[in-house]
Nanobody, 122 residues
Framework: QVQLVESGGGLVQAGGSLRLSCAAS????????MGWYRQAPGNQRELVAT???????NYADSVKGRFTISRDNAKNTVWLHMNSLKPEDTAVYYC????????????????WGQGTLVTVSS
């Protein structure tokens, strides 16, 4: 069973910073794109940032210039560095990736983390 374990959420004042971490564990042959999504109360889940195994990144317009996504392929870990946080960044942040198993190395499956709450006070 593959799991994504997230950490790093919490309460921070506007203008502050937080770093989220997400580590994939289990019987993993390969991890493809990794990403962060968020869901605020009453809103749909939205993409925040993604990163390919080669290091190419993609960001939502609302976080460009403030958030940075990075990963360590050897550790199957992805981070989200969040700077200049705003109250509208308040949400549950979810880690997501596609992985393959040793018995089916070319079949990729999606997995989500349990979510970590980020609250930005004004």
């Amino acid at each position: 069973q593959v799991q994504l374990v997230e950490s790093g959420g919490g309460l921070v004042q506007a203008g502050g910073s937080l770093r989220l971490s997400c580590a994939a564990s289990g019987s993993i042959f390969s991890v493809n794109d990794m990403g962060w999504y968020r869901q605020a109360p009453g809103n749909q889940r939205e993409l925040v940032a993604t990163i390919t195994s080669g290091g190419s990144t993609n960001y939502a317009d609302s976080v460009k210039g403030r958030f940075t996504i990075s990963r360590d392929n050897a550790k199957n870990t992805v981070w989200l560095h969040m700077n200049s946080l705003k109250p509208e960044d308040t949400a549950v942040y979810y880690c997501h990736t596609y992985y393959s198993r040793y018995d089916t190395p070319y079949v990729y499956r999606a997995v989500w983390g349990q979510g970590t709450l980020v609250t930005v006070s004004s």
